[in-house]
């Protein structure tokens, strides 16, 4: 029987979030024959001393759809502003009207706990988002999707309360995910003083250790989850 196909799209704050905290679970289902695609709430673009906010939106849309290329994902963008993200119906019916379109079965995205204000709204912006797709009454140019599955990614901004209790293998997809990463020069340490690549390969070593893959991302399921190790994400 045909392997039912599924489409996971993930939800990030800042261009490169996504391809960070989920890179590689969308490398495997994408190299799987599945449907991936990414959001981006904001391109991040006030992180860079040497360029001016414009400039640098320029070079991380670039980046982003490099990025988006690697992983044979979908890109979409919506129009607000790094480090001004509100969370609003104003937002959440946007990233409803996306959700309408590409109709994914499984979003990934921030966990609440988090040191970055725009972090925090998008996590909360997706709970929206998802409910408003999910209503035949809300009426939108599109008709009603529901996508009932919502996952929280590792990011280093968002620790507080993270709790994994999801352990995926992206071994088959790890390259493809450090390409991605790489597409991004705040990867490279140009930019931040964080050292990003450091530590997501660093942190995709360690959950593969705890979960018995060579190479693992682990996430979050709402609350009353039990823990779970898979080559797959869970349900799909």
Known sequence: MEERKIHVMVVGAHAGDA?????GLLAKYHL??????????????KGNRALT??????QKRREAEAAAKVLGADV????????ELPYS???????????REAKPNLIITHWKGSIHK??????????????YAALPTIERKLPAHGCWTIAYAENWEDPKGFEPDTYVDITAGYDLFIEAAKCYEMVSGKISSFRYLDYYEALATTRGCLSGFQKAECYMMPEGALIRKSDRFPGF
């Not at 799987?32 to 673009?45: A, C, F, Y």
């Not at 906010?53 to 320029?58: I, Q, R, T, V």
């Not at 979409?76 to 480090?83: E, G, I, N, Q, T």
């Not at 119906?89 to 959700?99: H, S, W």
Request: aromatic share 10%.
């Open 76 to 83: 979409y963008f919506l129009p607000f502003k790094d480090a």
């Open 53 to 58: 906010p414009e400039e640098y939106a320029k």
């Open 118 to 131: 725009d972090h925090t709204n998008t996590h909360h912006i997706v709970h929206d988002a998802q409910f």
């Open 89 to 99: 119906d104003e937002a959440a019916y946007m990233l409803c009207d996306i959700i």
């Open 32 to 45: 799987l024959g599945h449907k991936t695609s990414i959001v981006h709430m904001t391109l991040g673009e």
């Open 19 to 23: 391809e960070l905290m989920a890179g």
